[in-house]
């Protein structure tokens, strides 16, 4: 990466920060220099990426959990502030997410994306609250382009970074006044990820979003964690209540991305 930022001397916590883009985004604070927290439901996950995140700044801890849980959200957070002081950058990704026409989805299909994605969100927005550094703190959600533009077989994800959005911008409100700041980024497709091979699996379908995205190509994790870094570093001081889009313009074209190619087959 040809930008710096030094994070030493700072913890960061990503939440869901195990595979795909929040793994990108622990590994650039790792190599900024902070130290690390992390956290997904898979153990095998967690191992992995204390190992890929453990560096000068001392051993990443790591903890296997699931968001649904708020007391065991709770617990962990407590556990790395205990061991590693207050925390500096919050990063909260976990989310769940596959296509599923409206007529075919369950209750239970919608309540699972809406549980992970917005109630998680808010229980580890809140959990966190108390072991943030005040004043200084920087809390980041991860939302999507759904959040704004809607999509066929995705009423379950628009919904829940719908929701991402406004719990990021009313707890800005809520905690500016203790010099905490909120933000949220929006990653565009980014290339090699559980979600992209989930939503355009086929060549066809990839090639339709390249060619949808203003910029012409697939986002990378990198992409996205600059905007991280960014909003977790001082250059952000003043900014809170904010959703960057690092996504090549994508949200703001309509994010197009035609799943029902999924349901014919393309
Ligand atoms: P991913 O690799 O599947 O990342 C999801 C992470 O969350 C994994 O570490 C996963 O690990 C964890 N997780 C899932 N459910 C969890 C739960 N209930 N409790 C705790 N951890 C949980 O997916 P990705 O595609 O990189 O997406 C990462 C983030 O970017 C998501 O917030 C997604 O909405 C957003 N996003 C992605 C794209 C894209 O192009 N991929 C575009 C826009 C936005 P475990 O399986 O171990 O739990
Ligand atoms: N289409 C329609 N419904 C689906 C589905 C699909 N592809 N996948 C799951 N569901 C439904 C299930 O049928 C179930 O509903 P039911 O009880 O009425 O049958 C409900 O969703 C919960 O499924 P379950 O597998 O028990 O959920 P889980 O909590 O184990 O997993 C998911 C959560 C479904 C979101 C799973 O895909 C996941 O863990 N995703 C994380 C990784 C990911 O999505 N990464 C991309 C991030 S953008």
């Keep these: 990466m040809d930008v710096s930022f030094d994070f030493s001397g700072k913890n960061v916590f990503v939440v869901g920060g195990t ?19 992390v956290a997904s439901r898979k153990q095998d996950k967690v191992d992995g990426a204390v190992a890929a995140l453990s560096g000068d700044a001392g051993p990443a801890l790591g903890y296997a959990f699931d968001v649904r849980d708020a007391d065991a959200v709770a617990a962990a957070l407590e556990d790395f502030a205990q061991q590693c002081g207050p925390i500096d950058v919050l990063v909260s990704g976990a989310a769940g997410n596959f296509p599923a026409f409206a007529k075919d989805l369950s209750p239970n299909g919608f309540k699972s994306v809406m549980d992970i994605d917005l109630l ?19 809390l980041i959600n991860i939302s999507a382009p759904q959040a704004v533009q809607a999509m066929p077989m995705q009423v379950h994800v628009c919904a829940a970074k719908a929701g991402v959005e406004m719990v990021t911008k009313c707890l800005a409100i809520e905690w500016g006044h203790e010099g905490l700041r909120v933000n949220g980024v929006t990653p565009g497709p980014i290339d090699g990820t559980e979600g992209m091979a989930r939503l355009a699996p086929t060549e066809g379908m990839r090639k339709a979003v390249i060619n949808s995205v203003p910029m012409k190509r697939y986002g990378t994790p990198e992409d996205v964690a600059l905007a991280c870094l960014f909003l977790g570093s001082e250059a952000a001081r003043y900014v809170s209540g904010s959703i960057i889009n690092a996504d090549g313009g994508w949200a703001i074209s309509g994010a197009r991305i035609d799943l029902a190619l999924q349901a014919g087959g393309s």
Excluded at 120 to 138: D, E, I, L, N, Q
């Design 120 to 138: 998680g969100t808010f229980h580890v927005m809140r959990a966190a609250y108390r072991h943030m550094k005040k004043p200084g703190g920087s």
């Design 19 to 37: 595979s795909g883009i929040n793994l990108g985004i622990a590994e650039a604070f790792a190599a900024a220099g902070a130290r690390m927290g």
